[in-house]
């Protein structure tokens, strides 16, 4: 077996799959004609809103204010598109690591607090 070097430890510890993720607790929302608009409360690259529509909106509201699993938000989306969470796993750690980089969402591993 071969060993995982520092880089590719790295790079594994940041794959979405593996993190919990909420909603940043200096963020407020409203869900609006299908759309949900998120006012970053705090310091935000864009320095405004956000309304965020049809996949990335769905994804927002099945985070929380608690940290999930991956998977379990995998799952959720799913049955709500009708389809296996496999299939929707790469989009979701897309959204998921946009909205991060947005700081609307927070993840951390597993056993931490978010970041």
Aim: charged share 30%; no cysteine; net charge negative.
């Amino acid at each position: 077996m071969a060993a995982i070097s520092g880089e590719d430890s790295e790079k594994m510890a940041e794959d979405p799959r593996l993190l919990l993720w909420r909603r940043r607790p200096d963020t407020a929302s409203v869900d609006l004609n299908g759309r949900v608009l998120v006012l970053p409360l705090d310091v935000s690259p864009m320095g405004s809103p956000y309304a965020l529509r049809e996949s990335v909106a769905a994804t927002w509201r099945a985070l929380d204010d608690e940290p999930q699993d991956f998977s379990g938000l995998a799952d959720r989306l799913a049955r709500l598109h009708s389809t296996d969470p496999g299939a929707i796993a790469d989009d979701l750690a897309r959204v998921l690591s946009g909205l991060e980089e947005l700081l609307l969402v927070e993840s951390s591993p597993r056993g931490e607090e978010p970041r």
